[in-house]
């Protein structure tokens, strides 16, 4: 999944209409999304003390986001690229429906 470059990464509602907009065209039942994209749509108030480049991610803020919109979501160390323990890729995992 790619969500487009934003020009302003700190207005969090752009990065998460982006993320809503990637995840609908996704369309499969399971999406990667890089931390800083996520952690940019969701920033904690604890500024991140790994790097400035990003914040830290909100992970209650984004399952209660990811959850209303019918997806789970889950960090993926497993899929962290080499030099990168500290921001790992989030896992958007569709939720069955209950209309099914």
Known sequence: MQVDHITTPRDSQAW?????????????PNALAHYPHVAFAFPASSPNPYTREYPLLDYRE?????SSRGWRVRPAPERVPAGE???????????PSRYH
Request: hydrophobic share 40%; glycine share 6%; aromatic share 10%.
């Open 16 to 28: 998460q209409q982006a993320l809503d907009l990637a995840l609908t065209a996704h369309g499969g």
């Open 62 to 66: 984004l399952k209660e986001w990811a």
């Open 85 to 95: 323990k500290y921001r790992p890729p989030v896992c958007f995992t569709r939720l």
